[in-house]
């Protein structure tokens, strides 16, 4: 446990905004595909947004426009831009590392963090 270690997580108004940080260990040699997803109270887990190794981006159609995922490969840290929150995103927001490549030491293995609680009030 600790592969990947999160914040930025906290309570905030309706259309206010927060930045959650995940700052994850890697191998030179190796790919590192980042995402984030959410899972509330009773709701099965859901994907949120991802960026991989390339820099393409990809979002879930409730976050468009909303929220913006960058990474900082020098800091080793994925981040996820959220504005305009609303209630209903209200949940605890999980980092999600996949490792991958060619070479022996880059086996494909998925690191989860230990999660970041979201709450957006009305």
């Known amino acids: 446990q600790g592969a990947l270690v999160e914040d930025g997580g906290g309570s905030v108004q309706a259309g206010g905004s927060l930045r959650l940080s995940c700052a994850a260990s890697?191998?030179?040699?190796?790919?590192?595909?980042m995402s984030w997803y959410r899972q509330a109270p009773g709701k099965e887990r859901e994907f949120v947004s991802a960026?991989?190794?390339?820099?393409?981006?990809t979002y879930a159609n409730f976050v468009k426009g909303r929220f913006t995922i960058s990474r900082d490969n020098a800091k080793n840290t994925v981040y996820l831009l959220m504005n305009s929150l609303k209630p209903e995103d209200t949940a605890m927001y999980y980092c999600?590392?996949?490792?991958?490549?060619?070479?022996?030491?880059?086996?494909?293995?998925?690191?989860w963090g230990q999660g970041t609680q979201v709450t957006v009030s009305s």
């Open positions: 960026m991989n190794s390339a820099g393409s981006t």
């Open positions: 890697q191998y030179t040699y190796c790919n590192y595909d």
């Open positions: 999600k590392g996949h490792r991958w490549g060619a070479a022996p030491a880059c086996r494909p293995f998925v690191y």
